[in-house]
């Protein structure tokens, strides 16, 4: 769709502010916002030049294309200033309070802490019996829902889960579970820098960074650049666009920023010699440690990874509460309990039904039926209207008696009379002639075609 | 004696009634020589034979009827249960002896069982040797529930949680790994680590388990307890698996293992009830420690539930403090010594100056001036003479030791045996009136029992005791234990002075347990000895990051070589191909097997051949790192230099070695012309390393120096036919340049063979022009 995955709109706002939102709330100050690619970084940093107004101090960076996020990580090192990193992926919308999680990974003063949520279905439910589940993280607790002791992304079925031993000995029970997912938000300590650089094997943070870390947190070896605790500890934060199989995304971003270092203890490591029983549970929890952060059940966390999973998040967030807590930024017509703008225009019996989001300057003629959709600034539409599920961006123009189900339109695409479109993407500035139907297609230009897949 | 209290556990009265088979033998070798002479269920715990500890608890639990299974010393065991009272006819509890003395497994007597029909409902199967307070009633009734929903929940596996590592070494069993469905606790995965054997670094569980639920629990900490609830399905499952002997090794890995036939098993985890089952004398010693320090309760001396038989009738004992038991009879001398967690029995004495300490000491025996006894177990009417000392060992009925003797830890006296005057037994001793024989080996256990029943004494009591052994040990451990043994054969009669002493009486026993790790650490393991304080040293961490990416490589390489079926056919074929060389196969066998390879795997002809092909190549070479261990000597030592003449002509001559033997199987399995043709394609993948034998290690690319020649031996072999050739050239002709490098170093070759061809055609023609003529 020529748009970085940063840049797509999710309930009318680049989904990047939303990343940026969280990290501002935070306390974060520095951010290095990661790109794939050179022309996504300056597309991001026209952006942030032209629309952003936020109190971050962005830096944008690009990467090699192909790069994986720990190698997009590696090649950003040196840009990164704090003792600790928050990395995240740009397509994550949480309300789980960012400062929150961060406040848990100091507390347990962690290698690596790893936002994980349940997932909404079951993957067992999803699999016959006999099969082992795809797509799915292998993930092992303790008992306080605290540690991460066993952690195997598993993108195809496996045949078999590999468990270290010391571990099992160590927990005496461990529950492996499959129906927590990862979110691909992670804080990690400084030192996981110097295990980078050190292991230039390991390429994706989720399949090879913290699954090293969770196998190693019991080593005794002591966490590179240790000594470095004494020092003013910062924040590092970097939102990430995960460039994972799907290839959906295409921006990858971090920040850095300072926190209030905390008020140092006197006498702390007299106190560390001293109990020996303090000692030891420093050894059991291991020199490396791994924790997790589960979300609970009321919080929203979700991925828009996909067309499916945007669609999907576009839908959701504009759920009236859950849009207050994200700090979507439109009026809410409560009577209606949707969003739409003041210079909406609406004409004779047209519809708007609830849970939807209308942009400014819009226009809808007579007879429209907008249902669970969002729909972007300046669009007109004809009338005979059906839209459902789907999302339309600025400026798109849709003649009378158009259906839509389950589509995203890009800006500025045309369609003309009567056109059908179902389960259909359509790029930007296109125009679809009247009459057509079309199923589950990507209606593009030619030359937008190779970079516009969303899949 | 007889238990009529109404214990507060237990079924409610409206429950159906419950029925258990408690097995008293436990069918293995662990307790000998002392089960030569009294079966192991009627050794004494604390005072108290350990059949009526079973006994007693599964009335207290309201058991209703209990069949007993007799095997080893099936006379004994009867008539210890007519003396306690228990076949007497009481309301709540029923028991009846079954004797069936030729069963040699847990299996066989569960078959027996079947045969006669008896049981139809639910029931309890335990060993005779098991110590427990559990309430059987809440296990019964999660299992009856489930059995409801589900017909194939089929056995409800009691399991003690929460041991400590220190704990299960002290118990000397096997470690145990367990994987259940957290909510349903059903079992998935049962492994047992023999004891002593270091554990894996990894557990491997199968993915497949989360295809069914979302999360799966991995248990380290959980301890068998021998106590399971029973479908009737059981024994059926038993009669039809006729080659079930164990309930662990073989029940439960087999029901495990078929999964698609739906049947199930669970577990019901004990958290605060005691249970433990006597597997050998290191748990004895934990168990009767257990008993004293009350985790049984209410089965524990001085509440004198438990009948103890003989001439001074029901137990009497009282507690004192820590946890000293004694009985009403006994006779202290002033200056004796009583240590914490002592058990002593009526009409013992114990004279000035003795010390006793964390010991049981049965009734009527004597413990002589300054003798020291630690840690031991002295059954009825042993005597220890002034001055002798006896640490951490099991002394049977009549043992005597003679003054200023020494007893070292770890060792086992049966009974009568007399130690000499100030002799010394070594540590991990076991003695016995009875002789281990030297022609042992050449004997089958049953003969060897009966053979001792004729030369040892108590004739009367070894007749009846052929003891049924489990699947018993090698006999090429039997034999090196017999011949190690030879000294005391020869003696014939005589005890050997040097263990017992001049004026002593027994003869040495040396363990011949199956124990690939050392007979003497798997007796110091088993034995009474106290276990080595501190856990076993932890190795995993220096080594843990090579272990564990070289495990990850191993992983990848696994996970990958089965996510392709054309890797895994590859693996089917050879290894069946390797079997039938390794086993010297006819080769009408070798297609059979091949033929049931391909129709399984729905595959072709020429699939199976190319494989048999490749698999036949790299015999001549050095074995792949992933070749399995049985059949790497089959492959060549050392790959031949294939840049000198000498290394080809040697890799040839050996290809063609095989080629003489294998050539037909190649032939059946070529059906046509586009099967060698596919033939000679994949010989092209197996030189240039290509496709499925990409990074295989099998060094195909060793024959790409002699391609044209390996052709030929082909063709003089017949395996390939000249127009297969032709029809390969004229396909690769028109193939990419990358693609014809092959093609180009087999140009001779098939201009060789066109030629031939073409000559043989003017032949032909002239011999028609002949014929003609």
């Known amino acids: 769709m020529n748009l970085p995955l940063a840049l797509l709109p999710v309930a009318n706002q680049p989904l990047?502010?939303?990343?940026?939102?969280?990290?501002?709330?935070a306390g974060i100050v520095d951010v290095l916002v990661v790109c794939l690619g050179e022309s996504t970084a300056s597309k991001i940093s026209q952006w942030i030049v032209k629309e952003y107004r936020g109190k971050l101090h962005l830096k944008v960076k690009g990467v090699p294309e192909e790069s994986e996020s720990a190698e997009a990580l590696r090649a950003v090192a040196e840009d990164i200033i704090g003792d600790n990193i928050v990395v995240m992926s740009v397509d994550l919308i949480t309300d789980v309070r960012l400062e929150a999680i961060m406040a848990v990974h100091f507390i347990r003063s962690a290698m690596a802490t790893v936002l994980l949520s349940q997932r909404r279905t079951s993957p067992a439910s999803e699999?016959?019996?006999?099969?082992?589940?795809?797509?799915?993280?292998?993930?092992?607790?303790?008992?306080?829902?605290?540690?991460?002791?066993?952690?195997?992304?598993?993108?195809?079925?496996?045949?078999?889960?590999?468990?270290?031993m010391n571990a099992l000995l160590r927990q005496k029970r461990l529950t492996v579970r499959t129906n927590l997912q990862d979110n691909h938000l992670y804080i990690l300590n400084r030192a996981v820098l110097e295990v980078l650089q050190s292991k230039p094997s390991l390429v994706n943070i989720k399949q090879d960074i913290i699954p090293y870390l969770v196998l190693h947190q019991h080593s005794r070896k002591p966490r590179p650049g240790a000594q470095r605790a004494s020092q003013q500890p910062a924040a590092a934060t970097s939102a990430n666009g995960e460039n994972g199989q799907q290839g959906s995304s295409d921006s990858l971003e971090r920040v850095d920023s300072l926190l209030n270092p905390p008020t140092s203890v006197a006498g702390q490591d007299f106190m560390a010699l001293s109990h020996s029983a303090a000692a030891e549970e420093e050894e059991s929890r291991g020199n490396w440690y791994c924790g997790a952060f589960v979300v609970g059940k009321d919080s929203y966390c979700a991925r828009a990874a996909t067309l499916q999973a945007f669609c999907e998040v576009n839908r959701e967030v504009i759920n009236t509460e859950l849009a207050v807590r994200l700090g979507v930024q439109a009026q809410l017509n409560t009577k209606f309990d949707n969003f739409l703008h003041d210079s909406v225009q609406m004409g004779y019996k047209t519809t708007v039904a609830a849970g939807c989001m209308v942009g400014r300057g819009?226009?809808?003629?007579?007879?429209?039926?907008?249902?669970?959709?969002?729909?972007?600034?300046?669009?007109?539409?004809?009338?005979?209207?059906?839209?459902?599920?789907?999302?339309?961006?600025?400026?798109?123009?849709?003649?009378?008696?158009?259906?839509?189900?389950?589509?995203?339109?890009?800006?500025?695409?045309?369609?003309?009379?009567?056109?059908?479109?179902?389960?259909?993407?359509?790029?930007?500035?296109?125009?679809?002639?009247?009459?057509l139907e079309h199923r589950e297609e990507v209606l593009a230009k030619a030359a937008q075609r190779r970079s516009s897949e969303f899949k | 004696m007889a238990p009529s209290r109404k214990a507060p556990v237990g079924l409610a009265p409206g429950e159906e009634a419950l029925i258990a088979v408690l097995l008293a033998d436990s069918f293995n070798q662990r307790f000998r020589p002392i089960t030569l002479e009294r079966p192991k269920v009627l050794l004494p715990l604390v005072g108290v034979p350990l059949l009526d500890y079973t006994l007693e608890w599964l009335a207290s639990n309201n058991v209703a009827e209990v069949h007993v299974i007799c095997c080893a010393h099936a006379e004994q065991v009867k008539q210890h249960l007519e003396a306690a009272g228990w076949l007497q006819e009481r309301a709540s509890l029923t028991v009846k002896v079954i004797v069936s003395t030729t069963c040699k497994s847990a299996g066989?007597?569960?078959?027996?069982?079947?045969?006669?029909?008896?049981?139809?409902?639910?029931?309890?199967?335990?060993?005779?040797?098991?110590?427990?307070?559990?309430?059987?009633?809440?296990?019964?009734?999660?299992?009856?529930?489930?059995?409801?929903?589900?017909?194939?929940?089929?056995?409800?596996?009691?399991?003690?949680?929460?041991?400590?590592?220190?704990?299960?070494?002290?118990?000397?069993?096997?470690?145990?790994?367990?994987?259940?469905?957290?909510?349903?606790?059903?079992?998935l995965r049962y492994d047992e680590v023999e004891a002593g054997k270091p554990l894996p670094t990894q557990a491997i569980i199968d993915a497949h388990f989360w295809g069914e639920t979302d999360a799966v629990e991995i248990r380290t900490d959980l301890a068998d307890t021998y106590i399971y609830i029973c479908a009737p399905e059981v024994l059926m499952l038993f009669s039809d698996n006729f080659d079930f002997q164990n309930v662990r090794k073989d029940f439960v890995t087999g029901v495990l293992s078929e999964e698609e036939l739906g049947q199930q098993l669970h577990v019901h985890e004990l958290h605060r009830e005691y249970a433990a089952c006597v597997l050998n004398a290191r748990s004895y010693d934990?168990?009767?420690?257990?008993?004293?320090?009350?985790?049984?309760?209410?089965?524990?001396?001085?509440?004198?539930?438990?009948?103890?038989?003989?001439?001074?009738?029901?137990?009497?004992?009282?507690?004192?403090?820590?946890?000293?038991?004694?009985?009403?009879?006994?006779?202290?001398?002033?200056?004796?010594?009583?240590?914490?967690?002592?058990?002593?029995?009526?009409?013992?004495?114990?004279?000035?100056?003795?010390?006793?300490?964390?010991?049981?000491?049965?009734?009527?025996?004597?413990?002589?001036?300054?003798?020291?006894v630690v840690g031991s177990y002295l059954l009825e009417g042993v005597r220890i003479h002034n001055g002798a000392q006896v640490s951490h060992s099991l002394l049977c009925d009549g043992v005597v030791v003679k003054e200023d003797a020494t007893v070292c830890p770890g060792s086992i006296l049966s009974f009568k045996v007399v130690v000499g005057q100030g002799q010394v037994i070594e540590p991990l001793t076991s003695l016995s009136m009875c002789r281990q024989l030297q022609q042992s080996a050449s004997l089958s256990d049953d003969e060897l029992e009966y053979a001792m029943a004729v030369t040892a004494s108590p004739p009367s009591e070894a007749a009846v005791g052929r003891s049924p052994e489990a699947s018993g040990p090698g006999a090429a451990d039997q034999a090196a234990a017999a011949v190690s043994d030879g000294d005391i054969g020869e003696d014939g009669g005589q005890y050997n002075a040097s263990v017992v002493g001049p004026d002593g009486a027994g003869h040495q026993w040396l363990p011949h347990d199956v124990d690939p790790y050392g007979l003497a650490a798997a007796a110091a393991r088993f034995s009474i000895a106290p276990p080595p304080p501190g856990p076993p040293s932890r190795e995993d961490d220096l080594s843990e990051e090579d272990e564990s990416t070289a495990a990850a490589a191993e992983e990848a390489a696994q996970d990958a070589a089965a996510a392709d079926p054309e890797t895994s056919f590859k693996r089917e074929v050879a290894e069946t191909f390797l079997r039938c060389v390794h086993d010297g196969f006819d080769q009408d066998l070798a297609v059979i097997e091949l033929n049931g390879l391909k129709i399984a795997e729905h595959r072709d002809f020429a699939d199976c051949a190319r494989y048999i092909l490749t698999t036949m190549l790299t015999l001549c070479l050095p074995a792949a790192p992933r070749a399995k261990a049985e059949y790497r000597s089959l492959f060549a030592d050392t790959a031949p230099d294939t840049a000198t003449p000498a290394g080809k002509t040697e890799l040839l001559t050996r290809l063609q070695q095989l080629l003489k033997t294998w050539a037909p199987l190649l032939q059946k399995f070529l059906r046509s012309e586009d099967d060698q043709v596919d033939l000679l394609l994949t010989l092209e993948e197996f030189c240039g390393e290509e496709g499925v034998f990409e990074g295989t290690g099998e060094q195909g690319g060793l024959f790409s120096a002699v391609f044209a020649k390996?052709?030929?031996?082909?063709?003089?072999?017949?395996?390939?036919e000249e127009d297969a050739f032709f029809k390969w050239a004229d396909e690769k002709a028109h193939a990419e340049a990358e693609d014809r490098v092959f093609l180009a170093k087999a140009a001779d070759f098939i201009k060789w063979l066109r030629e031939a061809e073409e000559e043989e055609e003017s032949d032909d023609e002239d011999d028609e022009d002949n014929d003609e003529d």
Not at chain 2, 145 to 168: D, F, I, S, W, Y
């Open chain 2, 710 to 720: 390996v052709l030929q031996l082909l063709y003089d072999a017949d395996v390939i």
């Open chain 1, 127 to 164: 699999t016959k019996p006999g099969k082992a589940p795809k797509d799915v993280e292998y993930v092992g607790l303790d008992e306080q829902q605290q540690q991460l002791l066993f952690f195997r992304p598993s993108p195809e079925p496996r045949r078999n889960i590999r468990l270290p």
């Open chain 2, 108 to 187: 066989e007597a569960l078959r027996e069982i079947d045969v006669k029909d008896m049981i139809k409902s639910d029931f309890v199967l335990v060993s005779g040797d098991v110590v427990s307070n559990m309430d059987l009633g809440s296990a019964v009734r999660a299992h009856r529930a489930r059995r409801e929903k589900n017909k194939n929940a089929l056995m409800t596996m009691v399991m003690k949680a929460g041991t400590t590592p220190a704990q299960r070494r002290r118990l000397g069993d096997h470690s145990l790994l367990v994987a259940m469905e957290p909510h349903t606790k059903r079992l």
């Open chain 2, 286 to 372: 934990a168990i009767s420690r257990d008993v004293l320090q009350r985790w049984t309760f209410p089965f524990v001396p001085d509440t004198n539930l438990l009948p103890i038989g003989g001439a001074s009738g029901s137990s009497n004992f009282g507690l004192g403090r820590q946890f000293k038991y004694k009985e009403h009879s006994v006779k202290l001398g002033r200056k004796a010594r009583i240590g914490h967690s002592t058990c002593i029995g009526a009409g013992t004495v114990i004279d000035d100056g003795a010390e006793v300490a964390q010991s049981v000491i049965g009734r009527n025996c004597h413990i002589g001036k300054d003798a020291v």
């Open chain 1, 16 to 25: 990047i502010t939303y990343s940026l939102r969280a990290l501002e709330a």
């Open chain 1, 362 to 435: 819009t226009t809808m003629a007579d007879k429209c039926s907008i249902k669970r959709s969002v729909l972007g600034a300046m669009c007109k539409l004809g009338s005979n209207v059906k839209i459902i599920n789907s999302v339309l961006m600025d400026g798109v123009q849709v003649q009378d008696g158009c259906h839509l189900q389950n589509s995203i339109v890009c800006h500025n695409a045309h369609l003309q009379e009567r056109v059908t479109l179902r389960d259909c993407q359509v790029g930007p500035g296109l125009v679809v002639s009247e009459g």
